[in-house]
């Protein structure tokens, strides 16, 4: 059974800070691109960051130069450091793998900025 748990979530102030966990089971995680997405109230889900199996990155323009996505292919983990966030980061943040047809969602972890 596949299973994606992210953590890390909660309420910040602007300008602070985050790290979101998403730690996966279940499948051979190497193998997997990794992505973290975000659903603010009222928006369409948006692709915030990607890393490749081999760990190129690929970030959102909104959160270039804030946000850092990394895996630890040990631990079956996946992380978003969010540095000085901003009110309109406040959304539902989401893990992704995905391999070839496999597409792998986890439940979601509300993060929100605001003082």
């Known amino acids: 059974q596949v299973q994606l748990v992210e953590s890390g979530g909660g309420l910040v102030q602007p300008g602070g800070s985050l790290r979101l966990s998403c730690a996966a089971s279940?499948?051979?995680?190497?193998?997997?691109?990794m992505a973290w997405y975000r659903q603010a109230p009222g928006k369409q889900r948006e692709l915030v960051a990607v890393?490749?199996?081999?760990?190129?990155?690929n970030y959102t323009d909104s959160v270039k130069g804030r946000f850092t996505i990394s895996r630890d292919n040990a631990k079956n983990t996946v992380y978003l450091q969010m540095n000085s966030l901003k009110p309109e980061d406040t959304a539902v943040y989401s893990c992704?793998?995905?391999?070839?047809?496999?597409?792998?969602w986890g439940q979601g972890t509300q993060v929100t900025v605001s003082s």
């Open positions: 992704n793998a995905r391999w070839v047809r496999n597409n792998y």
């Open positions: 279940g499948i051979i995680f190497s193998n997997y691109a």
């Open positions: 890393i490749s199996r081999g760990g190129s990155t």
